[in-house]
């Protein structure tokens, strides 16, 4: 019904950068909240960005300054601009969207992308 496909993981050194999308498709009233979620092996997932749907961001400590979230609403996609990655951001990168789905406008719903793996490494 509601799909989070995510794209753009890979391998990149220490100090390099990746770019991260997340397309939401199907059945989508309105999306409200759009995000990235990581998750470290033997760790738990935590959150990484978000933004709402008029562009207020947010960050982890962790990131700010190096990691830069964005949206396009016509397209129902978020982006994660990784600059400066470090050993530490390696995780499986997962997209995040509260949204309605056509046909039942009054709930929101949670979904999740499969993940996209992030590999920091020389």
């Known amino acids: 019904q509601v799909q989070l496909v995510e794209s753009g993981g890979g391998l990149v050194q220490p100090g390099g950068s990746l770019r991260l999308s997340c397309a939401a498709s199907?059945?989508?009233?309105?999306?409200?909240?759009m995000g990235w979620h990581r998750q470290a092996p033997g760790k738990q997932r935590d959150l990484v960005a978000t933004?709402?749907?008029?562009?207020?961001?947010n960050y982890a400590d962790s990131v700010k300054g190096r990691f830069t979230i964005s949206r396009d609403n016509a397209k129902n996609t978020v982006y994660l601009q990784m600059n400066s990655l470090k050993p530490d951001d390696t995780a499986v990168y997962y997209c995040?969207?509260?949204?309605?789905?056509?046909?039942?406008?009054?709930?929101?719903?949670?979904?999740w992308g499969q993940g996209t793996q992030v590999t920091v490494s020389s």
């Open positions: 199907g059945s989508i009233f309105s999306i409200n909240d």
């Open positions: 933004i709402t749907s008029g562009g207020s961001t």
């Open positions: 995040k969207a509260i949204l309605r789905v056509a046909g039942q406008q009054t709930s929101w719903y949670r979904y």
